[in-house]
């Protein structure tokens, strides 16, 4: 008797290390797959602050871009203004203008009025465009690429890689496209 429970037991703990071998093997593979999924979020959370700064970016040009549209609008209306309430002489007094004086003053309010509306525009002109295109650096196509290539990286990582960054950035787009034409304005 003892030895069939002998036997018994043997065949039990056979097929105890059966199971555990099986799941040993199930808990590779969902290692595997939770170390893939970590992956992803983590290719994904580095898209979405990705997206996050592009927004950002957009959102502080535009912010500056209006500002300086607004004060070259208000310092354009100013000088009209003042060029048209200025006074060239006491109201007790009779008028002598000099011409020279007048004219002057006239060309230099003319040449502020054009600077200050030639910001506006180009201010208002490049918010349009950044406004317009600050949205196309965020597609799908690009997320999904971009989610391809660090899943890519990580299984091939070796020490000293770099990561994968977006092809396309509004801090790039910014530089070789609306730079110049914001110190213009800005200089204006």
């Not at 203004?81 to 006491?90: A, D, M, R």
């Given at each position: ?113 054009g600077c200050m509306i030639n910001a506006m525009v180009l ?66």
């Amino acid at each position: 008797t003892w030895r069939t429970e002998d036997m018994e037991w043997r065949e039990e703990e056979r097929s105890f290390q059966g199971r555990e071998v099986v799941w040993r093997d199930w808990d590779r593979m969902w290692r595997a797959q939770d170390i893939e999924q970590r992956w992803l979020d983590n290719a994904r959370w580095v898209w979405s602050r990705f997206m996050e700064k592009n927004r950002r970016d957009v959102e502080e040009k535009s912010e500056q871009l209006k500002t300086v549209s607004n004060l070259s609008a208000l310092i354009s209306g100013f000088s009209i203004v003042v060029l048209v309430e200025f006074q060239f002489h006491t109201p007790e007094e009779v008028p002598e203008q000099n011409l020279t004086l007048v004219g002057s003053y006239a060309v230099c309010t003319a040449i502020t009025f054009g600077c200050m509306i030639n910001a506006m525009v180009l201010s208002s002109l490049m918010l349009a465009a950044i406004l317009k295109s600050g949205k196309n650096y965020v597609s799908e196509e690009e997320e999904t690429d971009f989610l391809f290539a660090c899943r890519r990286f990580c299984a091939h990582y070796k020490p000293g890689d770099r990561p994968p960054v977006p092809p396309r950035t509004f801090a790039a787009h910014w530089d070789y496209r609306c730079e110049g034409s914001w110190r213009v304005a800005f200089r204006l």
